[in-house]
């Protein structure tokens, strides 16, 4: 009996150590949103509602390597805001202000706390795999899956399942106009069939039509969010006098 409680008691203990340990996650930070104009407004996370009521400040739970962060605006007159946001640290802020444009952005301010390092796809900080231990080959890297995008009616759809609105509206002038407001500091590049007028830029722009020959033709829109893995492409048609709107 004496060799049973003496077990149980030394079992015990290495139990609730082993789920503390499984407990934790090294990704867990903390992210802040503030308007520096005192500006209110709803965050969302990965389509979540953060706050209940709009206000100036909001700060949220954050795990994993990147996130959708979506501001809705108290005030109506004022557009929403939406970006895929890569993290740079455990714990950061981000202020919502205006570019020179005009237009509200996400604007990372601070980072800190240093996040999980990878080798060949395992923490180094975490203990080896029983592979590893075994002197067997570590499991091979987990490859980034690549980002790709389709258009379905009026929106460009993006495999990661974010969704970006087309609006076509006419304009008063012939010349056709592409504006772009979202991924915003996203690249850009225009390009036509036959290899003439380019377009490169950063989101957010507004791309003018000079050439009449391309007023009504197929163009491809080449959209790059960080690297060959986050660039995506899709099909637009022109439209003599029409103006399309992606955001």
């Not at 004022?78 to 714990?91: A, M, V």
């Not at 990372?108 to 900080?125: I, R, Y």
């Amino acid at each position: 009996m004496k060799n049973i409680l003496l077990f149980l008691c030394l079992l015990f203990p290495s139990v609730l150590i082993s789920y503390a340990q499984g407990d934790s996650d090294p990704w867990l930070g903390t992210y802040t949103f503030f308007s520096e104009e005192g500006e209110k407004f709803t965050l969302y996370i990965d389509g979540e509602q953060k706050n209940e009521s709009p206000a100036t400040k909001v700060e949220v739970p954050i795990k994993g390597t990147s996130f959708n962060a979506r501001v809705v605006f108290a005030e109506a007159t004022k557009l929403p805001i939406k970006k895929q946001i890569t993290r740079w640290g455990k714990d950061c802020s981000y202020s919502i202000v205006k570019n020179k444009k005009g237009e509200y952005i996400f604007d990372k301010k601070t980072c800190s706390g240093v996040l999980p390092t990878a080798n060949n796809g395992v923490n180094v900080s975490a203990p080896r795999s029983p592979q590893e231990a075994a002197g067997m080959p570590a499991p091979e890297a987990i490859q980034p899956t690549q980002l790709s995008a389709k258009v379905e009616g009026d929106e460009i759809v993006l495999s990661d399942g974010r969704r970006l609105a087309i609006n076509r509206t006419k304009a008063n002038w012939p010349d056709p106009h592409v504006i772009m407001k979202n991924p915003n500091g996203a690249k850009v590049v225009i390009s036509y069939d036959d290899g003439k007028d380019a377009f490169n830029t950063e989101v957010p722009f507004d791309y003018t039509v000079k050439n009449w020959e391309k007023n009504n033709v197929y163009f491809k829109l080449t959209v790059d969010e960080g690297g060959p893995d986050k660039t995506w492409y899709v099909r637009l048609q022109h439209g003599t006098a029409y103006i399309i709107t992606i955001e």
